[in-house]
């Protein structure tokens, strides 16, 4: 069966007509710039409920106190009961209230959760720039405020994945838990 001969043509006046559909940069959309092995290396941060991850560093809450003033206060207010953003502590309902308070204290599971989600995203104008002994002061602050230590309570890569949360159990692992969180 022979084809007839336009048919032959109008793949090639798709080429002609729209190049960049068929040769496409091999290089993507050429937007922004490569990310170096540098900066992969410092976004590939990994904090795990156990702990490993953690990095070296120490810091207590009455250290934590002017981080969570320069850094945090403008937005969570002062000792954390919320102002523009979330509060961390202070909860006035549980969480089977019909409007409950999750802060850190009655909702996170695990302390390491709470250090990893300040590393990489605190403060929302800086995310990452505060080195480890200031992150773990500010963290040491928070679950202070929260009841949970106290102000000179050192945290650090063996003390903070110890702490044991008062939600801990309150979540379902959707996947087994590691082996080192197990009964």
């Given at each position: 069966m022979n084809k007839p001969l336009s048919s032959l043509f109008y793949p090639a006046a798709i080429t002609l007509l729209f190049p960049t559909a068929c040769w496409a940069a091999p290089e993507g959309p050429r937007l922004g710039t490569p990310a170096s092995p540098q900066d992969i290396a410092a976004w590939s941060l990994?904090?795990?409920?156990?702990?490993?991850?953690l990095p070296s560093g120490r810091g207590t809450a009455a250290e934590g106190k002017a981080v969570y003033d320069r850094h945090c206060a403008a937005c969570h207010g002062v000792k954390g009961e919320?102002?523009?953003?979330?509060?961390?502590a202070g909860a006035k309902h549980g969480l089977t209230d019909p409007h409950p308070d999750k802060t850190i204290g009655n909702y996170w599971p695990y302390t390491t959760t709470l250090f990893d989600f300040i590393r990489r995203s605190m403060p929302p104008d800086?995310?990452?720039?505060?080195?480890?002994?200031?992150?773990?002061a500010v963290t040491a602050y928070l679950l202070h405020l929260n009841g949970l230590i106290g102000e000179t309570t050192e945290m650090n890569?063996?003390?903070l994945p110890r702490l044991k949360m008062p939600n801990r159990e309150g979540f379902v692992w959707v996947d087994a838990p590691p082996a080192s969180l197990r009964k």
């Open positions: 990994n904090v795990f409920p156990d702990g490993k991850g919320g102002g523009s953003a979330e509060e961390l800086a995310p990452g720039s505060l080195g480890n002994d200031p992150l773990y890569a063996d003390t």
